[in-house]
């Protein structure tokens, strides 16, 4: 993974938490990327209703709940080495879920806030086909996107189900942010759909898990 080869980040050595079915016995897995002052175990929690046999769930915590200390607007050096070092968590939860089985093309990626930012950073920055990308509340990271940082070469997400889901009003993610990740996602031929919801505020609502749910259904179908 290009995520980022420091083995001493911030965020390297802090704890993976586990739910869902054992990743001994997983057939798919979702890796869980919390927001600013949260904790892996809510991430967990969150996702419990959203589980489905043979799915384990795998949530990197961050030092001192926090993956990088400024707005994800700002530009990217300063959110360093924050920001390289989730890239990492997040590569090397991917990497647990491999060494137990599970391809990464049933491994899901799914975030709230600061998490979403730091998800859909890591698929776009390391494109490939994925079981999926949920992103609530969050976008690609740094004070503008440039799609060309992300389409370099054959960047190719293979058809990846992505879903955005965000407030029109979020006091922290401007609407703008999310049409621009999707734009850049879908030129590396992501699979993505896009919903803004009207007033609602910085937070996931129902709809949005229902059809999390059903990309998490999605993972062992077949």
Known sequence: MSAGDDADGPHQGQPLVTGGTDLADADAAVVLTHGRGATAQGMVQMANEIHREGVAFLAPQAARKTWYPNSFLEPVERNEPGRTSGLQAIGDAIGEANDAGVPTERI??????????????????????????????????????????????????????????????????????????????????????????????HGVNEDELEFVAGMVADLVAD
Not at 116 to 137: I, K, M
């Open 108 to 201: 899901m990626l799914m975030g709230f806030s600061q998490g979403a930012c730091l998800a859909s950073e890591f698929v776009a920055r390391n494109p490939r086909r994925y079981g999926g990308l949920a992103a609530l509340s969050g976008g690609l990271i740094g004070e503008a996107v440039d799609p060309d940082d992300y389409l370099e070469g054959d960047a190719d997400l293979e058809d990846t189900p992505v879903f955005l889901g965000c407030s029109d009003v979020d006091p922290h993610i401007p609407e703008e942010r999310v049409h621009e990740t999707a734009d850049v996602l879908e030129a590396m031929n992501a699979d993505v759909t896009k919903r803004l919801y009207e007033g609602m505020g």
